[in-house]
């Protein structure tokens, strides 16, 4: 059974910094694509940021792109989402993603942590 837990939020003032993590367990994270995923309140869960498993490929929404980093530790199966430079607009509860297969890019079918809540203030 995959599991996944979210750690690291909390409450920061804007342009401040947090690093969530994500542990995984019941895979082997190496081999499946992984992903972050953001949703604020009444708004629809959206992509953030997603690092493949094969080599060091990453992805970023536009939103993102300069300001957070993905990265994974494979032997901690566990992967990172380092945010800096936080803008209000960054609320959300903050999911972790696997892919469903291995070497799969979509998240759809995958398995999803329960979230962490970061909350930006001014």
């Known amino acids: 059974q995959v599991q996944l837990v979210e750690s690291g939020g909390g409450l920061v003032q804007a342009g401040g910094s947090l690093k969530l993590s994500c542990a995984a367990s019941?895979?082997?994270?190496?081999?499946?694509?992984m992903g972050w995923f953001r949703q604020a309140p009444g708004k629809e869960r959206l992509f953030v940021a997603q690092?493949?498993?094969?080599?060091?490929?990453?992805y970023y929404a536009v939103s993102v792109k300069g300001r957070f980093t993905i990265s994974r530790d494979n032997a901690k199966n566990t992967v990172y989402l380092q945010m800096n430079g936080l803008k209000l607009e960054d609320t959300a509860v903050y999911y972790c993603?696997?892919?469903?297969?291995?070497?799969?890019?979509?998240?759809?079918?995958?398995?999803w942590g329960q979230g962490t809540q970061v909350t930006v203030s001014s």
């Open positions: 690092s493949r498993a094969t080599g060091s490929t990453t």
């Open positions: 019941g895979s082997n994270i190496s081999t499946y694509d």
């Open positions: 993603a696997q892919a469903q297969r291995p070497y799969y890019t979509d998240f759809h079918g995958g398995y």
